[in-house]
């Protein structure tokens, strides 16, 4: 059993950056790929970032690839999502996700989430 936290939301302006992070209980982190993931009002959620267990290998969806950075620290049981040149169309609910050797871009292939962290950029 894995329980996930977020922190790190808030309220910022466009252009600005946010550090989401996501922390987890247990003792096997370096046994679970993570993920970001993301919910706007109205619209389904939507895949933004994975990383390997190892931290070694990661993927980004397009939407965000180039600004927004995923790490981990295995030895703090730690998930990070740095975001810059964050635009209005960022807004959205973000979820850390947690799966037992999983490296995907499905939420479907996580077992376990966090409650969510609020991200709001004004334009």
């Known amino acids: 059993q894995v329980q996930l936290v977020e922190s790190g939301g808030g309220l910022v302006q466009a252009g600005d950056s946010l550090r989401l992070s996501c922390t987890a209980s247990g003792r096997t982190f370096s046994s679970y790929g993570m993920g970001w993931f993301r919910q706007a009002p109205g619209k389904e959620r939507e895949f933004v970032a994975a990383?390997?267990?190892?931290?070694?290998?990661?993927v980004y969806a397009d939407s965000v690839k180039g600004r927004f950075t995923i790490s981990r620290d295995n030895t703090k049981n730690a998930m990070f999502l740095q975001m810059n040149s964050l635009k209005a169309e960022d807004t959205a609910v973000y979820y850390c996700a947690a799966g037992q050797r999983v490296f995907s871009t499905r939420d479907y292939a996580y077992d376990y989430w966090g409650q969510g962290t609020q991200v709001t950029v004004s334009s």
């Open positions: 990383i390997h267990r190892s931290g070694g290998t990661t």
